[in-house]
């Protein structure tokens, strides 16, 4: 059997098996999770072109989104051409939204009420805003968003709820994540495993009691302690 299967069962039986192993997994979940959640809001960050709706136009329109670099404002602009990998700065986008007045993230495969309108992509979702940065006359008009692909919309309502204080939690971002935890409880193992006979305990050794005396302080010699200011 070559070591490199031996070596990936011994892998899988630590991470099953072993209490410290599942206890560094979990230490280490909130770290990468919020790896996971930065690079969402680097991708809205770059931007992307959508398609949209509008009540007073029957024909399809794009929209232009991305998220200031602050991650405090969405700015957006309709049908502005997008020429090859150069997208518009945030400078030729008229159109703004604060971040703080998104109200919902509306995932439309979800929603009845969507479907009834005729907002049935599975594919899209509809942004929910209060009106501070609007005028009077667009405060009760969400923003509609349809993807080109499955994974820019897992991508974009990651990075929306990201925004609203919550973990990137679609299949994409759990893949991702899983990968995360697997490489790094890997490296962590390396020098274990190569050292021949070791055992991985099934639960993590138990903190010595303190010493009856620190007398062993001074018979090595040890500095004294700087002086408390």
């Given amino acids: 059997v070559p070591f490199s299967k031996i070596q990936e069962q011994r892998l899988k ?119 501070s940065t609007t005028g009077p006359e667009n405060a009760t008009k969400p923003l509609y968003f349809i993807c080109q692909t499955n994974e820019v919309f897992q991508y974009w309502t990651d990075g929306l709820n990201v925004l609203q204080k919550k973990d990137a939690s679609n299949a994409i971002a759990k893949e991702h994540l899983s990968m995360l935890l697997e490489m790094e409880i890997k490296i962590r193992q390396l020098d274990i495993l190569d050292i021949e006979g070791l055992q991985m305990p099934e639960q993590a050794p138990p903190v010595p009691p303190m010493p009856d005396n620190f007398n062993f302080h001074n018979h090595y010699n040890f500095p004294p302690s700087p002086a408390v200011k």
């Fill in 13 to 131: 039986s630590l991470e099953k098996e072993s209490v410290p192993i599942l206890q560094l997994r979990e230490k280490l979940r909130p770290q990468l999770q919020g790896l996971v959640n930065k690079q969402r809001l680097t991708i809205l960050e770059a931007g992307e072109s959508f398609s949209t709706v509008s009540s007073n136009r029957r024909w399809p329109r794009t929209l232009f989104c991305r998220l200031s670099s602050n991650h405090k404002t969405l700015h957006y602009g309709y049908d502005i051409p997008v020429e090859g990998n150069t997208c518009p700065t945030i400078d030729e986008l008229p159109d703004k939204l604060n971040v703080a007045d998104i109200e919902d993230v509306v995932l439309w495969k979800d929603q009845k009420r969507q479907r009834e309108r005729g907002l049935d992509s599975p594919l899209g979702f509809s942004i929910e805003y209060s009106h």
